[in-house]
């Protein structure tokens, strides 16, 4: 049974900073793209950021380039998302996903397996 678990998330004034971290389960890690996306309110869910199977190679969304920062521990079957200058706008509830296709990182249609999410809230 594959299990994706986040946690890390809560609340921060803006400026701040929080690490998430999703533990894997139940499947082979290391052939696995990772990523991480998130949903506000009302909207659609968004990628955030993803690493690559073997750990090389990361990719982000512009709104988050530059403070967000993915990386991955093998040896802990865990992918990290650590977060800086967060502002109000990075609310949401934050995901974690696996990707089997390596196609489309961006693409949340790609993902095979995903976590229960873990609430990120920015006070200004």
């Known amino acids: 049974q594959v299990q994706l678990v986040e946690s890390g998330g809560g609340l921060v004034q803006a400026g701040g900073s929080l690490r998430l971290s999703c533990v894997a389960s139940?499947?082979?890690?290391?052939?696995?793209?990772m990523g991480w996306f998130r949903q506000a309110p009302g909207k659609e869910r968004e990628f955030v950021a993803a690493?690559?199977?073997?750990?090389?190679?990361?990719t982000y969304a512009d709104s988050v380039k530059g403070r967000f920062t993915i990386s991955r521990d093998f040896a802990k079957n865990t992918v990290y998302l650590q977060m800086n200058n967060l502002k109000p706008e990075d609310t949401a509830v934050y995901y974690c996903?696996?990707?089997?296709?390596?196609?489309?990182?961006?693409?949340?249609?790609?993902?095979?397996?995903w976590g229960q999410g873990t609430q990120v809230t920015v006070s200004s």
């Open positions: 690493i690559d199977w073997r750990g090389g190679s990361t």
């Open positions: 996903a696996a990707d089997l296709q390596h196609a489309d990182a961006r693409n949340h249609f790609q993902y095979d397996y």
């Open positions: 139940g499947l082979t890690f290391s052939i696995y793209t």
